[in-house]
């Protein structure tokens, strides 16, 4: 049975919002980086109209913005900006992991251990490419057995704002031991059914990551010459 256009052109646009977010986060496309919806259209092989509607979804998600006469930009965010986000991350995920803790399964634990295991050898590989793609898996499988799933939609647009200023930060302030001791002391407490305690050292660890970024972003951008 053939697809309707309109089918086809939003299965398109959700390939071309799907790729563009992607080299968004991986810094592919930086801060400021002018995307020109002639020159994805061509690159893609499609016509501009899934183009625009995927910049559209972009904007709302907070990746992209728009801007007179420069069109749709790779949002860049101020200092304030993030360290509002981390805020804003650390009082929903704590919340959201008080509820998940009492849930999680074996299998739910097993998950977790494997993402673990694999962002353990990226680490040891040094493969940066993979640094924070696993850090959002390793949050959002542990969040997901809260049923909470509006909540993990907030948090998840929230990481896609700042996973690209993490994963860069981690490479550059060294900060990558601590942040994988963080996070098996997470998953143990996890497993113990402390809640309390998993959800203080979250926080902790929530903490730690926006005071290391923000202190990295300043020294980076004051060299650069940009203020915030």
């Not at 183009?51 to 709302?60: N, S």
């Not at 949002?75 to 509820?99: P, Q, T």
Request: with cysteine.
């Amino acid at each position: 049975m053939t697809a309707s256009p309109r089918f086809t052109r939003r299965t398109i646009t959700d390939q071309v919002t799907e790729d563009l977010r992607a080299r968004i986060l991986s810094g592919d496309f930086p801060a400021g980086f002018q995307l020109r919806q002639d020159a994805i259209a061509t690159e893609y092989n499609v016509s501009r109209i899934p183009v625009r509607e995927a910049l559209q979804r972009l904007d709302a998600e907070g990746l992209v913005s728009f801007q007179p006469h420069k069109g749709a930009i790779v949002a860049h965010l101020s200092l304030d900006e993030i360290e509002e986000l981390f805020e804003v991350r650390k009082m929903l995920e704590c919340e959201l992991l008080r509820h998940a803790v009492p849930r999680l399964t074996p299998e739910d634990i097993k998950s977790v251990e494997d993402i673990l295991a694999v962002y353990d050898e990226s680490f040891r590989s040094g493969d940066i490419s993979k640094w924070g793609e696993l850090n959002r898996e390793f949050h959002d499988r542990l969040y997901r057995a809260s049923n909470r799933p509006k909540t993990l939609e907030i948090i998840r647009m929230i990481g896609n704002n700042t996973v690209r200023f993490t994963q860069a930060q981690l490479a550059l302030s060294g900060a990558t031991d601590r942040a994988e001791r963080e996070h098996h002391h997470i998953l143990d407490a996890c497993k113990a059914r402390d809640v309390d305690y998993a959800v203080e050292l979250l926080e902790a660890h929530i903490e730690n990551s926006k005071n290391s970024l923000i202190e990295c972003l300043r020294d980076a951008r004051a060299s650069e010459g940009s203020p915030n």
